[in-house]
């Protein structure tokens, strides 16, 4: 009884420990797991940034049941805490099948210390060459400890020394990339990462990709630049945006929200003012046809004070901004969503400032500026635009696109068609498909055939373009470089459409204040949270041995 009881108390004790740690000074832990042959996971050890230094924890799997752990189990699961390590996807998995304890991937949160190195200037490699490279240290990787019996009845110092160092040195590791990177770019890097498996990008196979996506873009480019010429924006354009022609307007200018005294705290929606006035905190002061305004009944926690809080209280009018015309409008999105969906979260807040309104005509021309702006900047960055399914489309053997047109060609078209060419293609899908006779449904058959390009992981290899732009944005100048990237789209829309109807107070560099006042605040709360490397000795082990 004893035997079981002391360890479970030990391992909740642990976790309580290693909780607090987490919640007062950084959310990421070191994990790594030890095992013997096929056996079920016989050590994990994790280590915890702490005021004084790294603390390791050895848990001694093989003598306790894992399921029976709840807190230990809870803890792996938190998707709060993110999981460190270098394969450790792998941990994880064996845990799953040799345990048979269900860790669904979604519900853990690790990352990978592989898929930052690129943001460094380091060779990317395994846990040892990156100890050495980074904290200028050796890893132990003999293969005698690494060999040894984990599931004795008492480990060596050797053993445990080695485990520990394992799940230490990738949170030193990470300790000093956010010395080097600045903790913000690292907090990216984990949240874009996390949960994601690292896959050693194979790189002749990538440009090949990148180079099928470059012929269609070249293409389109051509095309882009006649219609901006002959300024038709093509008919097709128009059928497909007459759809998403804005009902309502975008500003409602006539719903105000406003402090006691009577200042414009917001230009709101209506539903929302009007929850003030139910809930008896603000008072109905007009409603009519044309306005709802609600006045506070008290002092709101903060008064629109920077250039960039001033603008969303003016009001702004139901224009093209660029011709000023009043039906049909579009909203259009100054710096494209491909790219600012992939901007650090501070970055992705109060975005309406960059949305406007454009009608019909000068929406297709933005959008066709925009796209001879975008296929620069892909020359640029080598980050081809098109997207992974027209690469796979591109890449996938030609015998096989050549069945499935034709099979399309014969299905739609075979009345058109002259005999011979029938026979041609039915010749060719016949050879495909191995048959001997033809037969109606082989036509059928072959229209049908999925695109397939190589496998499912090269398909996925295939980084979008707004995705690579901002990760190469982020890896070689971080947050400023993304800014800078911010202000150029805007500035791009200005130089571009040169519109003479911007609603008042709409800036170039809106929100960076902002920014630079929350990562100050970041970057005070960073300093001090770089623990010096050292490895781990027999004497200074410092942490909690659970057998
Ligand atoms: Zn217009």
Not at 190 to 209: A, L
Not at 440 to 465: I, R, T
């Amino acid at each position: 009884m004893l035997v079981i009881k002391l360890p479970l108390q030990k391992v909740r004790r642990a976790i309580k420990e290693i909780y607090g740690y987490t919640r007062s000074y950084c959310n990421v832990v070191g994990l790594d797991c030890e095992w013997v042959g096929k056996n079920k996971t016989a050590l994990m050890q994790i280590s915890v940034s702490t005021p004084v230094g790294i603390k390791c924890f050895l848990i001694r799997l093989c003598k306790v049941d894992i399921r029976i752990c709840y807190e230990l189990m809870a803890f792996l699961r938190d998707e709060d805490v993110v999981k460190l390590g270098c394969g450790i996807d792998g941990d994880f998995k064996r845990l799953r099948e040799v345990d048979f304890v269900i860790f669904h991937p979604a519900t853990i949160s690790f990352f990978d210390l592989r898929q930052i190195i690129p943001a460094t200037n380091y060779q990317n490699g395994g846990l040892a060459n990156l100890t050495r490279q980074i904290l200028g240290r050796k890893l132990n990787k003999d293969y005698r400890v690494r060999c040894s019996n984990w599931e004795a009845e008492t480990l060596s110092n050797e053993q445990k020394t080695y485990a520990a160092d394992d799940a230490v040195c990738a949170l030193q590791i990470l300790g000093k990339l956010m010395q080097e990177l600045g903790e913000p770019r690292v907090q990216y890097f984990i949240n874009e990462y996390k949960n994601t498996v690292f896959k050693q990008k194979s790189k002749p196979n990538k440009d090949k990709k990148e180079k099928a996506a470059k012929i269609g873009q070249n293409a389109l480019e051509e095309k882009v630049k006649k219609r901006l010429e002959t300024r038709d924006y093509g008919s097709d354009y128009f059928n497909s945006a007459s759809t998403s022609v804005r009902k309502e307007p975008l500003y409602n200018n006539c719903v105000k929200l406003l402090a006691p005294d009577g200042e414009v705290l917001s230009i709101t929606d209506k539903k929302k003012a009007d929850w003030y006035v139910k809930k008896g905190l603000g008072e109905l002061v007009e409603d009519t046809e044309t306005s709802f305004i609600v006045r506070l009944k008290f002092e709101p926690s903060g008064r629109p004070n920077t250039d960039s809080e001033k603008y969303y209280v003016t009001e702004k009018e139901n224009v093209c901004v660029v011709c000023n015309e009043k039906n049909g409008l579009l909203r259009k999105n100054v710096v494209p969503r491909e790219y600012r969906k992939h901007f650090p979260i501070v970055m992705k807040c109060h975005v309406s400032h960059d949305i406007v309104l454009l009608c019909l005509r000068c929406h297709g021309r933005s959008n066709e500026l925009d796209y001879l702006k975008r296929a620069r900047i892909a020359d640029k960055f080598v980050a081809p635009l098109g997207n992974a399914d027209l690469a796979k489309a591109i890449l996938e053997p030609r015998e096989r696109r050549n069945v499935r047109s034709g099979g399309n060609a014969l299905l739609k078209n075979r009345a058109k068609l002259p005999e011979k060419r029938i026979k041609e293609l039915e010749f060719i899908i016949m050879e495909y498909f191995d048959a001997d006779v033809w037969s109606g449904d082989l036509e059928k058959k072959a229209s049908d055939l999925p695109v397939l390009a190589g496998s499912e992981e090269e398909a996925q290899s295939f980084v979008q373009h707004g995705e690579k732009v901002v990760a190469s944005l982020m890896t070689s100048g971080g947050m400023e470089s993304v800014k800078d990237f911010e202000v150029e789209w805007r500035q791009h829309f200005l130089d571009s459409m040169d519109p003479q109807f911007m609603p008042e107070g709409w800036n170039i560099y809106h929100n960076h204040e902002r920014i630079e006042e929350k990562l100050d605040r970041e970057r005070k709360r960073a300093d001090g949270t770089f623990i010096k490397p050292a490895p781990p000795t027999e004497k200074n082990l410092d942490g909690v041995y659970i057998e």
